[in-house]
């Protein structure tokens, strides 16, 4: 297996109504396991993160959940074909794009 591209808004980061209206961010938490148990099993692989939102955007996210990794640009960077792109909408790419429900769906055994 290859990389791993992983989008901020509605993948890692969830989004739920609080009680004065207004959004508040959560971590996937079922989705960061099996990224981290992935990643174990499969140690040469990298981990990008990305979004629309731009790169800084995506910094301030993944650097409070993920120790290693690197943010990239959205649609500038290409996946490869052997990589996993995790993403709320479909991507474009060479790599194999899943939601972050097929991703845990598919590597829950690893968990």
């Not at 791993?4 to 960061?32: C, H, M, Q, Y």
């Not at 990224?35 to 995506?58: C, D, Q, R």
Request: glycine share 6%; aromatic share 12%.
């Amino acid at each position: 297996m290859g990389n791993i591209f992983l989008d901020i808004d509605n993948t890692l980061i969830r989004w739920e109504i609080a009680s004065n209206n207004k959004e508040v961010p959560f971590v996937n938490g079922e989705l960061v396991e099996a990224i981290y148990h992935y990643m174990v099993t499969n140690p040469k692989t990298k981990l990008f993160i990305w979004s629309g939102g731009g790169t800084e955007y995506a910094k301030k996210f993944a650097e409070n959940v993920f120790i290693n990794f690197q943010v990239v640009p959205k649609y500038i960077t290409i996946p490869q074909e052997d990589d996993i792109c995790i993403d709320d909408s479909e991507v474009v790419t060479k790599g194999v794009t899943m939601t972050p429900e097929q991703f845990i769906e598919k590597f829950q055994q690893c968990i």
